[in-house]
């Protein structure tokens, strides 16, 4: 059921690569919503990914660009106000990747190189997004910029790798250009901290189904979805979110202030359901 939240608004949505994709359910749920839009990510994702479908679901046009690149994203920002008939009212930041994690480096042996592209595309694209967007007076006022995050930005979680590094820098760039888009431009800038989620991107994360399963016991409500990531995106591309701004905001069905849960504690005592005799006192090594 549409509820009209985003009609006569304008956006852009960076990221959609397939049916799996956090910002794909966001461009769906925003074109219900009667949003208008337009819709960018590389070349290479456009090669392997179903974008093209999902425009033409949308009546969306893509852009091509290199979200670490200034000039690419100045072709966006300027292509989708003359395609659009102009200013932005909205833009998600649905981008993110490892090269350390794709090559199975762990995180006391990162490739510096590889380091140093995950935050480019991961982080400081945000920051590139947004100092564009501002100096283009391309969003207007009271609109809204998202950016998807996780909580390994505050807590330690394994084999996330230097993706939490890249998190947490995009939690914190959200702040600093929160406060000045919102004094100068009454623009809102937050970022949403959802479940391990099963994307395309997801799936490549190691351990992903135990994270999942143990993610699940934990929350109360569990396991936010993507779809339910894209309503909550949607509540604050709208107008019933103006004052929300500068937030990283949890949406992970509790999991993030939980210690620990009936359900979990249940599995962790199973460990223990064994002959302590036939326990070895050895030393294990790694």
Request: proline content about 1%.
């Amino acid at each position: 059921m549409a509820y009209n939240l985003l009609k006569g608004k304008r956006g852009i949505i960076f990221g959609a690569l397939d049916n799996k994709s956090i910002a794909w359910k966001v461009a769906e749920l925003a074109h219900e919503e009667g949003a208008i839009f337009t819709l960018s990510n590389t070349a290479t994702a456009l090669r392997f990914g179903e974008i093209n479908e999902l425009a033409e679901k949308c009546n969306a046009t893509v852009i091509t660009a290199d979200a670490t690149s200034v000039e690419d994203l100045t072709n966006v920002f300027t292509k989708s106000i003359e395609i659009l008939g102009g200013k932005v009212d909205f833009v998600l930041h649905s981008i993110g990747m490892s090269l350390n994690v794709r090559k199975h480096r762990v995180y006391n042996d990162l490739n510096y190189e590889y380091l140093n592209k995950t935050l480019d595309i991961s982080a400081v694209s945000f920051h590139k997004m947004l100092q564009v967007a501002n100096k283009m007076d391309a969003i207007n006022e009271w609109g809204s910029v998202v950016g998807l995050s996780y909580v390994a930005a505050q807590r330690t979680l394994y084999g996330y790798n230097d993706m939490a590094d890249a998190k947490a820098l995009l939690e914190s760039i959200a702040r600093s250009f929160g406060y000045i888009y919102g004094r100068e431009k009454k623009i809102r800038v937050n970022t949403i901290s959802q479940s391990p989620t099963r994307t395309t991107a997801g799936s490549g994360v190691k351990g992903i189904d135990g994270l999942m399963d143990f993610t699940e016991r934990m929350s109360p409500l569990g396991n936010a979805t993507s779809e339910e990531c894209a309503m909550y995106c949607i509540t604050l591309f709208s107008d019933l979110t103006r004052k929300v701004t500068m937030q990283n905001l949890f949406h992970d069905g509790g999991f993030s202030s939980m210690g620990m849960s009936l359900k979990a504690m249940n599995m962790y005592n199973k460990s223990f359901n064994c002959d302590c005799e036939e326990v070895s006192e050895e030393p294990i090594s790694d």
